[in-house]
């Protein structure tokens, strides 16, 4: 099992930048396929980013479309941690962000994800 704990979301101007964590305790990430998912009011959680870690493959990322250039995710298998650095914000980037592991490594469909950690909110302003 793995426990989760975002932070590092807050208030930021469109065009400014903000960097997510996420802490996990327990298991390590490098045995998980770690995701970042959004989810804004009224609409469904979707998929950000994805990472995960393959012993003949290496570390190899995902982004959504809509974030691609912007977003990058990171992990550290050291200290435990997945990062999400976040550039050029734009407004509809606004919401709840939420790291997320999955036993079957990276993928984009939240429902294939068996642990989530409480969220952490971002909030772009114009």
């Known amino acids: 099992q793995v426990h989760l704990v975002e932070s590092g979301g807050g208030l930021v101007q469109a065009g400014g930048s903000l960097r997510l964590s996420c802490a996990a305790s327990?298991?390590?990430?490098?045995?998980?396929?770690m995701g970042w998912f959004r989810q804004a009011p009224g609409k469904e959680r979707e998929f950000v980013a994805g990472?995960?870690?393959?012993?003949?493959?290496?570390?190899?990322?995902d982004s959504a479309d809509s974030v691609e250039g912007r977003f990058t995710i990171s992990g550290d298998d050291v200290s435990n941690m997945v990062y999400l650095q976040m550039n050029s914000l734009k407004p509809e980037d606004t919401a709840v962000y939420y790291c997320?592991?999955?036993?079957?490594?990276?993928?984009?469909?939240?429902?294939?994800?068996?642990?989530w950690g409480q969220g952490t909110q971002v909030t772009v302003s114009s």
């Open positions: 327990g298991d390590s990430i490098s045995d998980y396929g």
């Open positions: 990472i995960d870690w393959r012993r003949n493959i290496g570390t190899r990322t």
């Open positions: 997320a592991a999955n036993r079957l490594g990276r993928g984009t469909r939240w429902a294939a994800y068996d642990y």
